[in-house]
């Protein structure tokens, strides 16, 4: 049973437009979520945090929304620039281990 | 800094045979990880080592066994590769939770 979902396979977004990665969770008890970006051949990267006493997080075109009573986040990336195609995971924080989504590709489309 | 290296990179292995892969970190970091990742499927935990001496199981540890001998090194033994275990094999380790992982470079794994 997939504690962590990701039900979109892949995006696809015009350079310049807003990408929106979703992000679903069935345990109430997380309170601490990640976002993890991956290029072909390479390890995933930290990418940005939330706490669950937070609604919102930014790091320059990077912001992560939670909302708790939906246990629901997602990731905007605005402006989407092509070197922001990748694979996102996200990840919640269980005991002693992270749990992870099964990915989201997103392609901006120059 | 290195940060966690994985040896090998790639790897082409017949069904039966064994391997070794080495998970090696330099950030003094006491918790350790092994996932997979397959298509569709995200990554998976298979083992994880929460310090030095120990070990417990992940969310897909059959076919897999692990040792944490010494802190900085997390080994992943397949006894029996089986075409199952292609994947990519990435290590992961962090000081704390609240810190997120760093992620090694993957390993690239085949099994025949």
């Known amino acids: 049973d997939q504690q962590v979902k990701q039900n979109s396979p892949s995006l696809s977004v015009q350079e310049g437009r807003i990408s929106i990665l979703n992000c679903d969770y069935t345990?109430?008890?997380?309170?601490?979520f990640l976002w993890y970006k991956k290029y072909p051949a390479e390890g995933p990267t930290f990418l940005i945090s939330?706490?669950?006493?937070?609604d919102k997080n930014e790091d320059g075109r990077f912001t992560v929304f939670l909302n708790k009573s939906a246990k629901h986040l997602s990731l905007h990336i605005v402006p989407s620039q092509p070197g922001d195609s990748a694979v996102y995971f996200c990840?919640?924080?269980?005991?002693?281990?992270?749990?992870f989504g099964t990915g989201t590709r997103l392609k901006v489309l120059a | 800094n290195a940060g966690v290296t994985q040896t090998p990179k790639f790897r082409v292995l017949k069904t039966g045979q064994s391997m070794t892969l080495l998970c090696a970190q330099d950030?003094?970091?006491?918790?350790m990880y092994w996932y997979r990742q397959d298509p569709g499927m995200g990554l998976r935990l298979i083992h994880y080592?929460?310090?030095?001496?120990?070990?417990a199981k992940g969310e897909v540890p059959d076919g897999y066994n692990v040792s944490r001998l010494k802190k900085q090194n997390f080994l992943l033994g397949l006894e029996s590769a089986a075409p199952s275990q292609t994947s990519v094999y990435f290590c992961?380790?962090?000081?704390?939770?609240?810190?997120?992982?760093?992620f090694g470079s993957g390993t690239r794994l085949t099994v025949v």
């Open positions: 992961a380790s962090t000081e704390g939770l609240d810190y997120g992982y760093t």
């Open positions: 345990n109430s008890m997380f309170d601490y």
């Open positions: 939330i706490s669950s006493i937070k």
């Open positions: 990840a919640a924080k269980g005991t002693y281990k992270y749990i």
């Open positions: 950030m003094n970091h006491e918790y």
């Open positions: 080592s929460v310090g030095e001496g120990t070990t």
